[in-house]
Antibody, heavy 114, light 111 residues
Framework: QVHLVQSGAEVKKPGASVKVSCKAS????????MHWVRQAPGQGLEWMGW????????NSAQKFQGRVTMTRDTSISTAYMELTRLTSDDTAIYYC???????WGQGTQVTVSS | QAVATQEPSLTVSPGGTITLTCASS?????????PYWFQQKPGQAPRTLIY???NRHSWTPARFSGSLLGGKAALTLSGAQPEDEGDYYC???????????FGGGTKLTVL
């Protein structure tokens, strides 16, 4: 059974960075891309980007380019998403989702507040 | 950057039929956009209903179907149930799947 387990909630100050992890199990981690999606309070879903866990290749939405870094550690089947220069607009639930978006992590609440 | 546009809100009667649509700012939606449809209920992660235009997952009720309609991706609900209330999002691929975009979402009310 496929599981994506994300790291816990974070509270950050404006200007700081946050790194969210997503540990995969139940399938071959390097066999599927991993997407990152976020949802601000009361707002819709927003695609952030993907990583190819096999090659490490990434692509991010234009809005996040220069501010987001997606990495992975294949030895522990874990993907990471780091977002820098946080503002209050980055307060959201961040999800990882396996390629095809059939399987989602439980979400990580990131709150940016002074 | 492309924008995917959905109806902000729709209402359907129990047992009724309704079609949600998803348009692309770059032109007509085709199978090459690999349209997805998601359902999201409050406090839950999204759940995929339809992938690649018209393919259901094993958990997708048969009353949901996907298609291309008039240059848009479409999700049709036939025989609406109270439990179908929620938010629905389309998801489109661009540049051969390198870039992706969610629609703004449709809030569906069954009343």
């Amino acid at each position: 059974q496929v599981h994506l387990v994300q790291s816990g909630a974070e509270v950050k100050k404006p200007g700081a960075s946050v790194k969210v992890s997503c540990k995969a199990s139940g399938y071959t981690f390097t066999g599927n891309y991993m997407h990152w999606v976020r949802q601000a309070p009361g707002q819709g879903l927003e695609w952030m980007g993907w990583i190819n866990p096999n090659s490490g290749d990434t692509n991010s939405a234009q809005k996040f380019q220069g501010r987001v870094t997606m990495t992975r550690d294949t030895s522990i089947s874990t993907a990471y998403m780091e977002l820098t220069r946080l503002t209050s607009d980055d307060t959201a639930i961040y999800y990882c989702a396996r390629e095809g978006l059939t399987n989602w992590g439980q979400g990580t609440q990131v709150t940016v507040s002074s | 950057q492309a924008v995917a546009t959905q109806e902000p809100s729709l209402t359907v009667s129990p047992g009724g039929t309704i079609t949600l649509t998803c348009a692309s700012s770059t032109g007509g939606v085709t199978s090459g956009h690999y349209p997805y449809w998601f359902q999201q209920k409050p406090g839950q992660a999204p759940r995929t209903l339809i992938y690649d235009t018209n393919n259901r997952h094993s958990w997708t009720p048969a009353r949901f179907s996907g298609s291309l309609l008039g240059g848009k991706a479409a999700l049709t609900l036939s025989g609406a149930q109270p439990e179908d209330e929620g938010d629905y999002y389309c998801f489109l691929a661009y540049n051969g799947g390198r870039d992706w975009m969610f629609g703004g979402g449709t809030k569906l009310t069954v009343l």
